[in-house]
């Protein structure tokens, strides 16, 4: 019985790469079916035969408490976008620049998610997400249900490969056709409902959710004799893996646009979703010539396709009241399906926007996602307008309070000016637990407005003070003792953020990170920051009488007074735990344009820098630029600096200076 196990086993893993990686079934489904039963029958009968690599093992059943983190020995790199023909030619020049005549190969963009691979002597022992490139998630339990991912290879080799895991497009809409039966929730596109299967704790799950995937790199090519990247991904097929075969080695960086172009125009067509093209320099030697950026290899980009635009009805504008009591006119949409998901809301920022694009309730609208993720409204279609549509009208009273709305001199946004209104103090509890400002993970958006409905947080006082709910958290929906314990420790860990966190998140009229980060430098204690004057303040850069006076307003207000008093005493840091700023003759005082594609640094990381040393730094060349710091390929500030006459530093000379 043993032997005819080892042989079910051959038979269908032999099956299994014939259909998965070569496309090219080699026995029928109801064969398949049938040896795969018979095969499961001995094992159930005799557990101590089973074999890790056996077929049985795709079928999943393993269940985890949690992911455990995986530190990759080689980091998970992303790679740089290019959104135009331009741009890739300047992709091309810069590496042409370095003495590379270079050949490209290009491969398809899969809408995915990235997983790495270990084997050891051929045997799969380890899988794991990209996370934030060093390390990630294991996800071994759920890769080994994947069909298309080999539990053995072909040769006895210990090797990493990189690849992307997906979902087809039949597969979604079986799926959906499922789930709408049993009157579950659709899953929105494929990239999400593989991530979303990739993360279940039950195997069993994910199996029945029929991923698949494409090996596309190996992070160590010259250690096994190989000297290309087509050369790699041939490597790789020989050993078992599936590649994506719709790819092209080419001789310049026009046959690259030609290649785009022809899968632009079948882009629908294909049996899976992508949202670009990958253009990898095909020599090894001349990848590790051009090396990498502190985020990105120099020897590849990724074209991304054009946002996809869409029409749909604007079926009204509802309003919303923001932290500060700001009103945002919001456009009510038919659903509609736009690159890939689900849109039926999109803002309209204010009412100049609205007027601007002529827009009426009842219009044909085309919607975009700018970046592919936010949604917008592009524009009206005028032609098909039926006499029925209703103009816009700006409201004059806030939608949840009814007081009457104010709109600043020279401001284009409408404010409620009623500091108690309910919306306004959600949304302000919203912010203070934001990423960017006190970054208490667990209180999302949804949450904190339960959390407000429920009477357990209607200050920032009573998140400190959650604690004492712990036993009615565990009565909520979705909160068990490990979801309200994380919670917990979350908020607690928060009360040990820096200054400019906690300004931040308070929430005060015109005062957003970036000033919230100045304050702190300049004050360094909280304090002082209170009791300072709108004299002291101006004298600051980039404050100005408008943020000077709303935050001696905000200081003013007894109870924002107490509230600082209170937090205080909770036990929240109250000092500024940065770098302090060092004086630096060369930026103190001075504004600085950052401009180009910088190498040594991160345009944050340059930001911050100018900052520490004094400088401050602007979006635009002005006569009141100091100096202006270049990349490679810097644009119109370059040539503006030039006119002017302003100083113009390398990177490098940056470097040499700080």
Not at 172 to 200: D, V
Not at 537 to 549: F, S
Request: charged share 30%.
């Amino acid at each position: 019985m043993k032997e005819r196990m080892e042989e079910l086993i051959e038979i269908i893993n032999e099956a299994d790469y014939n259909y998965h990686t070569l496309d090219n079934p080699t026995i029928s489904d109801q064969e398949y079916d049938m040896y795969l039963r018979e095969l499961f029958e001995i094992e159930e009968e005799h557990p101590e035969w089973i074999r890790d690599d056996s077929p049985t093992q795709h079928a999943g059943g393993k269940i985890i408490e949690g992911f455990d983190k995986v530190e990759h020995k080689i980091p998970m790199m992303s790679l740089s976008d290019v959104f135009s023909e331009s741009e890739l030619i300047t992709f091309d020049e810069r590496i042409k620049k370095e003495g590379i005549n270079p050949k490209y190969m290009c491969e398809l963009k899969i809408d995915g998610l990235s997983v790495s691979i270990l084997y050891e002597k051929g045997k799969l022992v380890r899988a794991a997400t990209r996370g934030d490139g060093r390390i990630g998630e294991d996800i071994t339990h759920n890769v080994k249900t994947i069909k298309a991912i080999p539990l053995k290879l072909k040769e006895e080799v210990d090797i990493e490969v990189r690849g992307e895991i997906f979902m087809n497009k039949k597969t979604l809409e079986e799926l959906n056709e499922k789930r709408k039966k049993n009157n579950e929730p659709l899953l929105q596109n494929c990239r999400n409902a593989a991530a979303g299967s990739i993360r279940q704790l039950d195997s069993k799950i994910a199996a029945e959710r029929k991923l698949d995937n494409f090996i596309y790199h190996l992070p160590n090519p010259l250690d096994y004799g190989l000297n290309t990247h087509k050369e790699a991904l041939d490597y790789m097929h020989k050993l078992g893996f599936k590649i994506n075969t719709n790819n092209k080695l080419v001789n310049s960086i026009n046959e690259v646009i030609d290649f785009i172009n022809e899968k632009g125009k079948i882009r629908k067509d294909l049996p899976y979703d992508i949202d670009g093209v990958v253009i990898k320099v095909n020599d090894i030697r001349e990848q590790q010539k051009l090396g990498y950026t502190a985020k990105y290899p120099r020897w590849a980009t990724a074209y991304k396709f054009p946002a996809e635009e869409v029409l749909t009805k604007l079926e009204d504008i509802i309003f919303t009241v923001g932290r500060t009591g700001q009103i945002t006119p919001n456009a009510v949409l038919s659903p509609v399906i736009v690159a890939g998901s689900t849109v039926s809301r999109a803002t309209l920022h204010n009412e100049d926007y609205v007027v601007e694009k002529d827009l009426k309730i009842g219009d044909i609208v085309s919607i975009r996602k700018a970046g592919d993720v936010i949604p917008e409204v592009v524009e009206v279609k005028k032609e098909r307008r039926t006499g029925n549509e209703k103009p816009f009208i700006m409201i004059k009273k806030c939608p949840m309070c009814q007081t009457e709305l104010i709109k600043k001199e020279d401001q284009v946004d409408y404010y409620c000016p009623n500091s108690n209104c309910p919306a306004r103090h959600v949304e302000g509890l919203i912010h203070f637990v934001s990423r960017n400002a006190m970054n208490i993970d667990g209180l999302g958006d949804r949450i904190m407005e339960d959390m407000y409905n429920f009477k357990y947080i209607r200050s920032i006082i009573d998140i400190y003070n959650l604690k004492n709910y712990k036993k009615e958290l565990t009565r909520l929906e979705g909160f068990g003792d490990k979801s309200i314990t994380n919670l917990l420790d979350a908020i607690e860990n928060s009360k040990l953020n820096s200054l400019e966190k906690l300004i931040f998140g308070l929430g005060i009229p015109h005062v957003g990170e970036k000033t919230a980060k100045i304050l702190a430098i300049n004050y360094e204690d909280m304090d002082k920051l209170r009791d300072t004057t709108i004299d002291e303040l101006v004298k600051i850069p980039d404050i100005g009488e408008i943020i000077a006076k709303s935050i001696c307003t905000y200081f003013s207000d007894e109870k924002n007074k107490e509230m600082i008093e209170e937090l205080k005493h909770i036990g929240l840091n109250m000092k500024y735990l940065g770098k302090k700023q060092e004086e630096n003759i060369e930026f103190k005082g001075k504004t600085f344009v950052l401009t180009g594609s910088l190498e040594l640094f991160t345009r944050d990381e340059a930001e911050e820098i100018i900052e520490n040393l004094g400088g401050k730094t602007s979006s635009a060349v002005s006569k009141k630029t100091s100096a202006v710091i270049v990349g490679a390929n810097p644009g119109s500030k370059y040539s503006k600096a030039q006119e002017l006459g302003i100083s113009i530093w390398t990177e490098q000379e940056f470097k040499d200076k700080i």
